[in-house]
């Protein structure tokens, strides 16, 4: 059983940067465990923003958050963060973090330990 805790998540104005964290509580992370973050914004389907991979440095980040974002992880904490720089208004959404066995996938389904999300609201 793998239980996350989201942080970070807050109101800003566009172009401002946030870093979210995702800790894992009561364990670590598991080597050939793999975290991911996703969001949803109201009346949308939840969506994959970036994914790591906890064996290794295979990272991936969705098309819309390329070079603004950046998925890390600090394994001595328990804690994989989400670097967003030059937030839009359109990077509103609830944020999750999320984790599976074996390698980051890009659909939510592949995922079966959520974490309860952190809201990320930026104004124009």
């Known amino acids: 059983q793998v239980e996350l805790v989201e942080s970070g998540g807050g109101l800003v104005q566009a172009g401002e940067s946030l870093r979210l964290s995702c800790a894992a509580s009561?364990?670590?992370?598991?080597?050939?465990?793999?975290v991911g973050w996703f969001r949803q914004a109201p009346g949308k389907e939840r969506e994959f923003v970036a994914g790591?991979?906890?064996?290794?440095?295979?990272?991936g980040h969705a098309d819309s958050v390329k070079g603004r974002f950046t998925i890390s992880k600090d394994i001595a904490k328990n804690t994989v963060y989400l670097q967003m720089n030059s937030l839009k208004p359109e990077d509103t959404a609830i944020y999750y973090c999320?984790?599976?066995?074996?390698?980051?996938?890009?659909?939510?389904?592949?995922?079966?330990?959520w974490g309860q999300g952190t809201q990320v609201t930026v104004s124009s």
């Open positions: 999320a984790a599976r066995f074996g390698n980051w996938q890009t659909e939510a389904s592949d995922y079966r330990y």
């Open positions: 009561g364990r670590t992370f598991i080597q050939n465990y793999a």
């Open positions: 790591l991979s906890l064996s290794g440095g295979d990272i």
